[in-house]
């Protein structure tokens, strides 16, 4: 009996760039529509707002209603969390992030990306306490969401139908973290270690169920850009991992944004993949 085919998806980092008009936008989109635009172009898109502040429900509802059939968001978290708490007793501001209406996004939300600062160093017990807080399932959800306190400023959301898998992905940045006692730790946990594509983190480990690459490269040291044989490089190792089941969010995130879209298109296509609502 074969396996599960594991689902690759490909997009970019947030969708509002500028520059983005008259190259990925046709000319004369109104912004309004750009995120049901690109929800036709691409299969997912890391929500960045979220690193910021906390949104409201109102508005996870209205990007899940603007975006496709079959398209779903990754959320990332905020900073609150990962630079200024840096992890440490830090289950109320969680508590009230989960609250604040990811759920919102319903059959459409996808994986929660975590970004450490590059001078957080790696500690096991600060690590071990914070990757076992994040919610795995939906009643751990909701008894962590449950515990919000009154600095959230909206009703907690706390619906919980259409909501899949729930994931964590994690961005280490600092140099101490190249540590085998780091994969083993996520593995535990089902945490999947972002995937950076850099020539200081060109590892492609794989910690949880599921793959979460920022492609920030390539890892190249004379490389400007992804070319397509980088790209077909990724779309040859992306699908081994689908082929052995495991799901793949792949986002470009790298310094050449203008050509971010292009280069999630590319992927995808080199995958031969469809969109999910074609």
Wanted: aromatic share 10%; hydrophobic share 45%; glycine share 8%.
């Amino acid at each position: 009996m074969m396996g599960r085919q594991g689902i690759a998806r490909t997009g970019t980092a947030g969708w509002v760039f500028a520059a983005w008009r008259g190259t990925f936008y046709p000319d004369g989109l109104v912004q309004k529509n750009e995120l049901a635009f690109a929800s036709s172009r691409l299969s997912s898109i890391e929500i960045n707002a979220t690193f910021r502040a906390n949104q409201k429900p109102a508005s996870f509802a209205k990007w899940a209603d603007e975006a496709g059939d079959g398209f779903v968001f990754a959320v990332k978290g905020p900073q609150l969390v990962t630079h200024i708490k840096r992890l440490r007793n830090c289950e109320v501001e969680l508590a009230n992030f989960f609250a604040s209406g990811p759920l919102a996004l319903g059959a459409k939300l996808g994986p929660f990306v975590w970004q450490l600062p590059p001078n957080l160093a790696f500690d096991a017990d600060v690590l071990g306490t914070f990757v076992a807080l994040l919610p795995r399932t939906p009643a751990d959800y909701l008894a962590l969401a449950g515990k919000a306190d009154a600095r959230l400023k909206s009703e907690p959301f706390l619906d919980i139908n259409n909501i899949g898998p729930l994931r964590h992905a994690i961005e280490l940045r600092h140099p101490s973290f190249d540590d085998p006692a780091v994969n083993a730790l996520l593995a535990r946990h089902n945490v999947a270690r972002v995937i950076a594509d850099t020539v200081q983190s060109p590892q492609r480990d794989l910690t949880a169920d599921f793959a979460y690459c920022r492609l920030q490269g390539p890892a190249r040291a004379d490389a400007t850009g992804y070319e397509p044989a980088d790209i077909a490089d990724w779309a040859k190792t992306i699908a081994g991992w689908t082929a052995a089941g495991t799901d793949v969010f792949a986002y470009f995130v790298h310094e050449d944004k203008l050509h971010a879209p292009a280069n999630a298109i590319a992927l995808r296509q080199a995958m031969g993949l469809a969109l999910p609502g074609d």
